[in-house]
């Protein structure tokens, strides 16, 4: 008897000593960051924002009376850090001797133009030429200053 209480004593120690000094269970896997979740919304905004540009240029340039030698499009891009959506309408209007050439950038959701560029075919500099209130003196400069909100 004695037999069996000792040796119900080491093994009783032994599984103690295992418990008490094995590793801890490893820790579940974190869980995958939501890069699918962060696309999709994302993919969801760009096209919310292709939607609403489309619908804006149609509104404010399609719907108008046509206008005799004008040409314009537009290119539209939903800004993921400003979480806003942009439009650039690019106009070009053709008279008998000379053309202008006009850039604007709008916030879509405001309905609110950010930057302006004006020129005249005949003259050296725009007549207009203004990003966020800063002047530029070049369509170069005007698309360099403008280039952020179309690419972030």
């Given amino acids: 008897m004695r037999k069996t209480i000792v040796l119900g004593v080491l093994l009783a120690s032994a599984i103690w000593s295992c418990e008490r000094h094995a590793e801890p269970p490893p820790a579940p896997?974190?869980?995958p960051p939501a890069v699918r979740d962060t696309r999709v919304a994302t993919y969801e905004l760009q096209e919310k924002c292709a939607k609403d540009a489309s619908v804006w240029y149609k509104h404010w340039w399609e719907d108008g009376p046509p206008v005799a030698g004008l040409i314009s499009n537009y290119t539209n891009h939903y800004?993921?850090?400003?979480?806003?959506?942009?439009?650039?309408?690019d106009s070009t209007m053709h008279g008998k001797k000379a053309y202008t050439t006009a850039k604007t950038l709008i916030d879509v959701l405001e309905n609110r133009d950010l930057a302006v560029f004006d020129k005249w075919s005949e003259m050296d500099a725009p007549t207009q030429c203004e990003v966020a209130g800063a002047s530029c003196l070049s369509a170069t400069e005007w698309?360099?200053?403008t280039k952020p909100y179309m690419e972030e």
């Fill in 143 to 145: 698309d360099v200053l």
């Fill in 79 to 89: 800004n993921a850090k400003l979480g806003r959506c942009f439009l650039i309408v």
């Fill in 29 to 31: 896997p974190a869980a």
